[in-house]
C-alpha cells in the first residue's frame, strides 16, 4: 500500500516562506513524477509544480521565480520551496505521484491528504 504524506504547511505572513514536503512510503518500486497541486475554496484544484524522473521540472505562471519543486529520490520525497508568498497562495496544497509500486506493475497515481497554507497579515 502506497501513502504520501504531506507537511510544512501553516501560517506566514505575505513576503514569507514555508517549504512543505510530501514521502512516499510502501510499496514504491519506481517514481515518475511528484507534483504539488493546490485548491482554494471556491476554486479548482490547480497544478502548482512537476518534477519527473530526469529532474525536469515545471511551473504554473503565477508561481514562477518564487517556488521551487525539488526531491531526494533516497527518500522518495517531493520539496516545494515556496518563497515570496502572496495572500493568493493561499490554499489546502497537495502531494500527487505517478510510480510503480513493484518492478512488474504498472504506473499508478497517488494523492496525499493536503497541507493548508495560509498567507495572511
Known amino acids: 500500500q502506497v501513502q504520501l504524506v504531506e507537511s510544512g504547511g501553516g501560517l506566514e505572513q505575505p513576503g514569507g516562506s514555508l517549504r512543505l514536503s510530501c514521502a512516499a512510503s510502501g510499496s514504491v518500486f519506481s517514481i515518475y513524477s511528484m507534483s504539488w497541486y493546490r485548491q482554494a475554496p471556491g476554486k479548482q484544484r490547480e497544478l502548482v509544480a512537476v518534477i519527473i524522473s530526469s529532474g525536469g521540472t515545471n511551473y504554473a505562471e503565477s508561481v514562477k521565480g518564487r517556488f521551487t519543486i525539488s526531491r531526494d529520490n533516497a527518500k522518495n520525497t517531493v520539496y516545494l520551496q515556496m518563497s515570496s508568498l502572496k495572500p493568493e497562495d493561499t490554499a489546502v496544497y497537495y502531494c500527487?505521484?505517478?510510480?510503480?509500486?513493484?518492478?512488474?506493475?504498472?504506473?499508478?497515481?497517488?494523492w496525499g491528504q493536503g497541507t493548508q497554507v495560509t498567507v495572511s497579515s
Open positions: 500527487n505521484a505517478n510510480l510503480r509500486s513493484s518492478v512488474t506493475g504498472p504506473l499508478m497515481i497517488y
